[in-house]
């Protein structure tokens, strides 16, 4: 599976942006996909995850409420909405993708296999 990142900005405090994560080699319809960030001299992070089967979604504390992590199957895609950023959401941010992940791992970055090379979000003040 290659995953490939896509909808790198700058916007300002407030604005909003849609991250697309395109799957290529085979489709991640039963897949685990998972948005991290890692901004400059901070540990990545988890920020969003969508499970295959039945769509639950998951949030980090941080952007519940302003993210909206979504997928569309038939073009083997899943996005990252989002909208109300603030100058901490400045992040390089990555898509990952993974099967048989459990509920609970959902957060968890090494438990994805399969990471899109980043793309960078600067939100100004």
């Known amino acids: 599976v290659q995953l490939q990142a896509s909808g790198r900005g700058l916007v300002q405090a407030g604005g909003s942006l849609r991250l697309s994560c395109a799957a290529s080699g085979r489709t991640i319809d039963t897949y685990t996909v998972a948005w991290f960030r890692q901004a400059l001299g901070k540990e990545r992070e988890f920020v969003a995850a969508i499970r295959s089967r039945g769509g639950t979604t998951y949030y980090a504390d941080s952007v519940k409420g302003r993210f909206t992590i979504s997928r569309q199957n038939a073009k083997n895609t899943v996005y990252l909405q989002m909208y109300s950023l603030r100058p901490e959401d400045t992040a390089t941010y990555y898509c990952?993708?993974?099967?048989?992940?459990?509920?609970?791992?959902?957060?968890?970055?090494?438990?994805?296999?399969?990471w899109g090379q980043g793309t960078l979000v600067t939100v100004s003040s």
């Open positions: 990952a993708a993974g099967a048989g992940i459990i509920a609970s791992s959902s957060t968890t970055a090494r438990m994805y296999a399969y």
